[in-house]
Protein backbone atom coordinates (compact mmCIF):
# COMPACT_ATOMS: atom_id res chain seq x y z
CA UNK A 1 0.00 0.00 0.00
CA UNK A 2 1.28 3.18 -1.30
CA UNK A 3 -0.47 5.49 0.71
CA UNK A 4 1.34 7.00 4.38
CA UNK A 5 -2.40 7.46 6.13
CA UNK A 6 -3.71 4.36 6.88
CA UNK A 7 -7.53 3.69 5.91
CA UNK A 8 -9.91 4.60 9.02
CA UNK A 9 -13.33 2.81 9.76
CA UNK A 10 -15.02 4.05 12.71
CA UNK A 11 -18.37 2.64 14.08
CA UNK A 12 -20.95 4.27 16.41
CA UNK A 13 -24.09 3.24 18.04
CA UNK A 14 -25.95 2.37 21.50
CA UNK A 15 -24.27 -0.25 23.72
CA UNK A 16 -24.72 -3.89 22.93
CA UNK A 17 -26.00 -3.54 18.68
CA UNK A 18 -22.68 -5.61 17.64
CA UNK A 19 -20.21 -2.67 17.11
CA UNK A 20 -17.24 -4.51 18.47
CA UNK A 21 -18.36 -7.86 16.89
CA UNK A 22 -18.53 -6.05 13.58
CA UNK A 23 -15.60 -4.46 14.07
CA UNK A 24 -13.67 -8.30 15.09
CA UNK A 25 -14.98 -9.35 12.15
CA UNK A 26 -14.13 -7.25 9.00
CA UNK A 27 -10.51 -7.61 11.40
CA UNK A 28 -10.64 -11.02 10.11
CA UNK A 29 -11.65 -10.34 6.93
CA UNK A 30 -8.72 -7.88 6.12
CA UNK A 31 -6.15 -10.14 8.03
CA UNK A 32 -6.92 -13.03 5.59
CA UNK A 33 -6.56 -10.76 2.94
CA UNK A 34 -3.61 -9.57 4.05
CA UNK A 35 -3.95 -6.15 5.20
CA UNK A 36 -2.37 -5.14 8.42
CA UNK A 37 -4.70 -3.68 10.84
CA UNK A 38 -5.15 -2.33 14.19
CA UNK A 39 -8.20 -1.60 16.69
CA UNK A 40 -9.16 1.30 19.13
CA UNK A 41 -11.85 1.02 21.92
CA UNK A 42 -12.92 0.55 26.09
CA UNK A 43 -13.08 4.33 25.98
CA UNK A 44 -16.14 3.65 28.31
CA UNK A 45 -14.08 1.36 30.78
CA UNK A 46 -11.23 3.77 31.14
CA UNK A 47 -13.57 6.90 31.44
CA UNK A 48 -14.94 4.90 34.53
CA UNK A 49 -11.47 3.93 35.84
CA UNK A 50 -10.40 7.08 35.74
CA UNK A 51 -13.17 8.39 37.88
CA UNK A 52 -15.80 9.70 35.30
CA UNK A 53 -19.45 9.33 35.08
CA UNK A 54 -20.39 7.19 32.26
CA UNK A 55 -23.82 5.76 30.42
CA UNK A 56 -27.27 7.98 31.70
CA UNK A 57 -24.24 9.85 34.36
CA UNK A 58 -22.74 11.38 31.37
CA UNK A 59 -21.56 14.79 31.78
CA UNK A 60 -19.91 17.54 29.79
CA UNK A 61 -17.04 16.69 31.16
CA UNK A 62 -16.90 13.07 30.77
CA UNK A 63 -17.83 13.58 27.16
CA UNK A 64 -15.11 15.83 26.35
CA UNK A 65 -12.55 13.66 28.09
CA UNK A 66 -13.99 10.59 26.30
CA UNK A 67 -13.98 12.31 22.52
CA UNK A 68 -10.31 13.90 23.50
CA UNK A 69 -8.86 10.15 24.44
CA UNK A 70 -10.58 8.71 21.31
CA UNK A 71 -9.06 11.40 18.97
CA UNK A 72 -5.43 10.35 21.10
CA UNK A 73 -6.10 6.61 20.22
CA UNK A 74 -6.34 7.42 16.83
CA UNK A 75 -3.48 9.16 16.14
CA UNK A 76 -1.54 6.58 18.26
CA UNK A 77 -3.24 3.93 16.24
CA UNK A 78 -2.44 5.67 12.85
CA UNK A 79 1.55 5.65 13.78
CA UNK A 80 1.76 2.09 14.47
CA UNK A 81 2.03 1.52 10.69
CA UNK A 82 -0.80 -0.29 10.02
CA UNK A 83 -2.44 -0.03 6.65
CA UNK A 84 -6.10 -0.30 8.50
CA UNK A 85 -7.47 1.74 11.61
CA UNK A 86 -11.10 0.55 13.07
CA UNK A 87 -12.40 2.84 15.58
CA UNK A 88 -14.66 1.45 18.19
CA UNK A 89 -16.80 4.18 19.16
CA UNK A 90 -16.30 7.04 16.74
CA UNK A 91 -16.01 10.80 17.95
CA UNK A 92 -19.80 11.49 17.58
CA UNK A 93 -20.67 8.24 19.66
CA UNK A 94 -20.14 10.47 22.58
CA UNK A 95 -22.36 13.03 21.86
CA UNK A 96 -24.99 11.17 21.55
CA UNK A 97 -24.79 9.55 24.72
CA UNK A 98 -24.12 12.72 26.22
CA UNK A 99 -27.30 14.38 24.77
CA UNK A 100 -28.82 10.86 26.04
CA UNK A 101 -28.06 11.44 29.33
CA UNK A 102 -28.93 14.60 29.58
CA UNK A 103 -32.82 13.76 27.87
CA UNK A 104 -33.15 10.73 30.31
CA UNK A 105 -31.97 12.73 33.53
CA UNK A 106 -34.70 15.39 32.17
CA UNK A 107 -32.27 18.14 32.31
CA UNK A 108 -31.82 20.94 29.70
CA UNK A 109 -29.58 20.86 27.11
CA UNK A 110 -25.86 22.48 27.93
CA UNK A 111 -25.02 25.99 26.94
CA UNK A 112 -24.82 26.70 23.53
CA UNK A 113 -21.28 27.49 23.48
CA UNK A 114 -20.96 23.69 24.89
CA UNK A 115 -22.55 22.32 22.56
CA UNK A 116 -21.06 23.70 19.71
CA UNK A 117 -17.49 23.64 21.52
CA UNK A 118 -18.09 19.42 21.93
CA UNK A 119 -19.48 19.10 18.62
CA UNK A 120 -16.62 20.96 17.21
CA UNK A 121 -14.05 18.39 18.95
CA UNK A 122 -16.09 15.50 17.68
CA UNK A 123 -16.14 16.99 13.74
CA UNK A 124 -12.34 17.50 13.63
CA UNK A 125 -12.19 13.37 13.11
CA UNK A 126 -15.20 13.37 10.56
CA UNK A 127 -12.53 13.87 7.40
CA UNK A 128 -10.59 11.22 8.48
CA UNK A 129 -12.78 8.68 8.38
CA UNK A 130 -12.42 6.93 5.22
CA UNK A 131 -16.02 4.44 6.35
CA UNK A 132 -18.57 5.69 8.94
CA UNK A 133 -20.82 2.25 9.84
CA UNK A 134 -24.00 3.69 12.50
CA UNK A 135 -25.38 0.14 14.33
CA UNK A 136 -29.10 0.31 14.61
CA UNK A 137 -30.62 -0.93 17.57
CA UNK A 138 -33.03 -4.17 17.33
CA UNK A 139 -34.60 -4.69 20.77
CA UNK A 140 -35.32 -8.15 19.56
CA UNK A 141 -31.77 -9.10 19.92
CA UNK A 142 -30.98 -10.60 23.56
CA UNK A 143 -28.21 -8.55 25.36
CA UNK A 144 -25.92 -9.90 28.18
CA UNK A 145 -28.12 -9.77 31.11
CA UNK A 146 -24.91 -9.40 33.40
CA UNK A 147 -24.79 -5.61 32.93
CA UNK A 148 -27.33 -3.20 34.62
CA UNK A 149 -28.73 -1.37 31.49
CA UNK A 150 -31.34 1.17 31.35
CA UNK A 151 -33.90 0.15 28.14
CA UNK A 152 -35.05 3.56 27.89
CA UNK A 153 -31.30 5.06 27.98
CA UNK A 154 -30.40 2.48 25.59
CA UNK A 155 -33.07 3.69 22.71
CA UNK A 156 -32.42 7.54 23.53
CA UNK A 157 -28.48 6.69 22.59
CA UNK A 158 -29.60 4.96 19.10
CA UNK A 159 -32.09 7.90 18.51
CA UNK A 160 -29.50 10.73 19.20
CA UNK A 161 -27.05 8.58 17.13
CA UNK A 162 -28.80 8.51 14.19
CA UNK A 163 -30.15 12.58 14.91
CA UNK A 164 -26.69 13.37 14.76
CA UNK A 165 -25.50 11.86 11.68
CA UNK A 166 -28.64 12.46 9.59
CA UNK A 167 -29.27 16.42 10.90
CA UNK A 168 -25.45 17.03 10.24
CA UNK A 169 -25.54 15.21 6.41
CA UNK A 170 -22.94 13.02 8.24
CA UNK A 171 -21.51 10.04 5.21
CA UNK A 172 -22.24 6.65 6.93
CA UNK A 173 -23.65 3.45 6.57
CA UNK A 174 -26.36 2.19 8.97
CA UNK A 175 -25.97 -1.32 10.43
CA UNK A 176 -28.86 -3.57 11.48
CA UNK A 177 -28.09 -7.01 13.03
CA UNK A 178 -29.58 -8.91 10.04
CA UNK A 179 -27.20 -11.39 8.81
CA UNK A 180 -27.29 -9.62 5.15
CA UNK A 181 -26.34 -5.80 6.40
CA UNK A 182 -23.93 -7.38 8.78
CA UNK A 183 -22.20 -9.41 5.24
CA UNK A 184 -22.81 -5.94 3.33
CA UNK A 185 -21.00 -3.87 5.86
CA UNK A 186 -17.81 -6.23 6.21
CA UNK A 187 -18.26 -6.40 2.04
CA UNK A 188 -18.13 -2.66 2.13
CA UNK A 189 -15.47 -2.52 4.37
CA UNK A 190 -12.97 -5.34 2.55
CA UNK A 191 -13.42 -3.82 -1.08
CA UNK A 192 -12.40 -0.02 0.00
CA UNK A 193 -9.31 -1.60 2.03
CA UNK A 194 -8.27 -3.89 -0.92
CA UNK A 195 -8.76 -1.26 -3.60
CA UNK A 196 -6.57 0.78 -1.70
CA UNK A 197 -4.01 -1.86 -1.23
CA UNK A 198 -3.58 -2.51 -5.17
CA UNK A 199 -2.87 0.94 -5.69
Known amino acids: MTSTQPIRIGVLGTHSTGKTTLLKRIEMELRAEGITVTRTGRLGKRASAAGLPKMQHHTAQSTEWIIAQGIADEI ?6 AEVVLVDRAAHDALAYFHAALECRGEAPPPRGERERLLLLAATQLPKYDLLFATVLDERVPVDTS ?25 HLRVHSDP ?10 SKLCLQVALV
Do not use: C, E, K, W
Open 147 to 171: HDYDPRYRRLVDQHVHRLLDSDDIP
Open 76 to 81: AASAQG
Open 180 to 189: DSQAHTIHVA
